[in-house]
């Protein structure tokens, strides 16, 4: 049978192939530590789920809801004021069944045949997914060691620049670690004024920031909510990732766009979900702090456990995952994941398979306790890899 083309896009899932040769050694009675996938292990706060129970047994929940209900949107204006001191109003805000998904239909209504978008490399894949089925071309911006893995735009060539349509920027940045440094964000409206350039910042990882920094909004810079829009996910700070609870929040006319592509094929976030997401933005957040100080423990064993059998990286500033450089020099980052696996049992990501400037490196993600990290270190070394 002939599919799409538009299939032909996408290569080979790469979690797919790890985990057929982990179940494969599993079998073989090998004991495996899975920090591949960025699956929180954590709890789901109880009133979260409470509110979700509740609203399932009333039948009325379980019709078509056919939009945002008022109080989610109101929640969500709540939320940015409380949290991020950003005034939004209720049309600059839209549910989507997390980031990924909105981040999908998002190119499909930004792009069209042949725009330019400007994404990070390494990134997290669905930025480029996103733009490719919208059928843009990406032009990649690094993210290097040499300017601290953050997006750099002076080395953006100016002619790619008054092409593109949006840039991608999303920090702390899955893989690499980074948090924005001060005055980027300010910069990084000032090239979208420039060259009016939508600026689409992906806030997965607010929540999850170390060593005392702090995790904000993108849209709290000045002349943000002019020229951006932020996907505000609660998967990681509620570990609430299989319910798919996410926003799109900023420049209006942007998110009644979406709402118009996505009326097409959707009929609205199921009730009892929406009823969760205004008890988890409007209920207590003592339970994601102490979250983000265990993510900090688990970073300082992996980061200090490395480092300790000669692995030469920094601390990562924030997200659940470590982005960490190949020992020895080595630059093979497929290679070596099966080698960790084969060898110490250990589940990693190749960082080739976030972009071409990944390679060379490999990603952590931070979901064992530090005991269990401990273990994984010590697997390591006795690997001699
Ligand atoms: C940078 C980034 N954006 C978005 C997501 C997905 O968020 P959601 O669960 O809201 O789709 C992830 C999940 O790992 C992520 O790392």
Known sequence: MQFSKRL?????????????????????????????????????????????????????????????????????????????????TPDMVMSVYGSQEGMGHLGMTLCNEGDVVLLPDPCYPVFAAGSLLGGAEP???????????????????????????????????????????????????????????????????????????????????????????EFFSLSKSFNVTGARISFLVGKSEVIAALRKLRSQIDFGMFLPIQKAAIAALNGPLTSVKEQCRDYEERRNALCDGLRSIGWDLPNGKGTMFVWARLPGGRMDSMNFCMELMEKAGVIVTPGASFGPHGEGYVRFALVLPPEKIREVVDAIRRSGL
């Open 8 to 88: 032909d896009l996408f290569g080979e899932e790469i979690f797919a192939a790890l985990n057929d040769r982990r179940l494969e050694l599993e079998a073989q009675g090998m004991k495996i530590y899975n920090m591949s996938v960025g699956t929180p292990d954590f709890h789901t706060p109880d009133h979260i789920k409470e509110a979700l129970i509740e609203a399932a047994k009333d039948d009325a929940n379980w019709r078509y809801s056919l939009r945002d209900l008022p109080e989610l949107l109101d929640a969500v204006c709540s939320y940015y004021q409380k949290r991020f001191q950003v005034d939004i």
């Open 139 to 229: 032009y990649y911006y690094p993210l290097t060691a040499e300017h601290d893995f953050l997006p750099y735009v002076k080395d953006i060539p100016s002619e790619i620049a008054h092409k593109a349509k949006y840039m991608v920027v999303s920090l702390p940045s899955n893989p690499v670690g980074s948090i924005a440094s001060p005055g980027l964000y300010e910069e990084i409206v000032a090239f979208a004024k420039k060259y009016d350039i939508l600026i689409i910042h992906d806030n997965a990882y607010s929540d999850i920031i170390f060593d005392g920094a702090y995790g904000g909004s993108f849209l709290s810079t000045p002349g943000a909510k002019e020229v951006g829009v």
